[in-house]
């Protein structure tokens, strides 16, 4: 016989367990199973006041934005509605099914002011990367270092060209995001990673980069930085910068300072591209942090009109001089250059009627070769070049362009939605955490405990 629905929906009671109406093996179960927020109110009870009408609990509001991260919700209006009628996720934020919801204009205000003052997604951040090093998902001895450019909400069409902008001007827009720019021009990460003006400034996100970095058409952008441990690829740090070298260059050394003194990780060989490989950059980890670069050195002394290069001459640390291919000296008065270089040179008496002249110095009476003040941390990291480590370096190095192309096509992080640089910081945090839980609830989940039952 075949069933029919009963339409009748005027029952006036129920019994219902929002638990049991959730799937254990969802991925809400999981997450639960792994975080743990019991900490947030006295964190951020100093922020709130004693008396007045009770706020929205923040300890809410956090799991309502997990919630958004991990399941590529975009807007917080969008984000409120799904809460409201998805039970799965009321039930990971432990609301019961007659509990309302906040309103979007909240988390708005959270953010501008507890929040940020709090710093409060770094802390949630970091007790999520300390929950993976007790799950023994972090091992410590490798990381890989990259950024990715996203798209800031800022239009080509609203911009102005950048000989235009003023702080002077900027000064009286007085927009929240222009504001937190003009705080952090001496900021190594935004106003001083360069002097050059850039193109187009955007009057509304002047912090977010005019770029063509991409290969096609410029748009405006910031850079996401991560520090992932290669072992499981755990992300460690993260951090927002402009969209232009110097500033990426400049986040993974705050980075890698940062999670030593935060976490007490240190690791012994550091993954990267060929950006991070320019002299300074290649001293700082050599010979500061004494970790192995398996970095790919950027060298332009190569050369190629068939005459010797570099790489043709031996460089005798002990005497400070360069040996050549007929066995002369090449010596240095000591005097750094401009360019953060000293200059050996060769005698012209052995230079003149050398056989060898014609493929060595054609046009100059004797040859010279300049040798970078930091030369010696670029030849640990030659040294390196092709050996096993580097290889295997080299592939863990995919694990930080997994993790990018993950948070564009399945969070759908691929435009902001905050400006200004703690705009972008919190997206690019939050984004950080909810891919360290999902990594984390895919690896150690356990079965989910008890949570929100409710009768009606
Ligand atoms: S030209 Fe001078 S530096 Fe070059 S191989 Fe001859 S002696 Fe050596």
Sequence with gaps: MMGRLNHDQG?????????????????VCKLAAVIDLSW????????????????????????????????AIRSERALCRDVQVNLAYRWFCELSIEDKVPDHSAFSRARNERFRDSDIFRRLFEHVVQTCIAAGLVGGEGFAVDASLIAADAN??????????????????????????????????????????????????????????????????????????VKCGVIVDVEATRAIRQAEVGAAQTMIDRTEERLGLKPTRLAADSAYGSAPTLNWIVNEKKIAPHIPVIDMSTRKDGTFSRADFTFDKDRNVY???????????????????????????????????????????????????????RDVARALTGTKA????????????????????????????????????????????AQNLCR?????????????????
């Design 156 to 229: 080509k069409q609203r911009s102005i060209p950048g000989a235009e902008w003023s702080k002077e001007c900027a000064a009286k827009a007085a927009s929240r995001a222009v504001r937190e720019y003009l705080a952090t021009l001496n900021d190594a990460a935004f106003g001083a990673a360069s002097e050059v003006r850039p193109k187009f400034i955007s009057p509304s996100d002047p912090a977010a980069q005019w770029t063509g970095a991409m290969r096609g058409p410029a748009f405006f952008a910031y850079a996401d930085n991560y520090l992932v441990d």
């Design 323 to 377: 040996i050549c291919p007929m066995g002369k000296r090449l010596k240095t008065t000591g005097r750094i250059l401009a360019e953060h270089k000293y200059r050996y040179i060769a005698s012209t008496c052995d230079c003149g009627p050398c056989p060898l002249k014609s493929k060595c110095c054609p046009n100059t009476p004797a040859r010279m070769i300049p040798r970078d003040i930091n030369e010696d941390a």
């Design 390 to 433: 580097f290889e295997q370096s080299r592939r863990d190095r995919k694990r930080v362009e997994m993790l990018f192309a993950h948070l564009k096509r399945i969070f759908r992080l691929s435009r902001l939605r905050l400006r200004g640089p703690r705009g972008a910081q919190d997206e690019f945090t939050l984004a950080a955490i």
């Design 440 to 456: 984390l609830a895919k690896l150690v989940a356990r079965a989910p405990p008890l949570a929100a039952t409710c009768v009606a």
């Design 40 to 71: 947030v109110h006295a964190e951020l009870a100093p922020h709130y006041p004693n008396n007045g009408r009770p706020s929205i609990d923040p300890e809410l509001m956090i799991r309502m934005l997990i919630v958004g991260y991990v399941f």
């Design 11 to 27: 029952q006036l009671f129920y019994s219902f367990s929002l638990e049991e109406a959730v799937p254990d093996d969802h991925l």
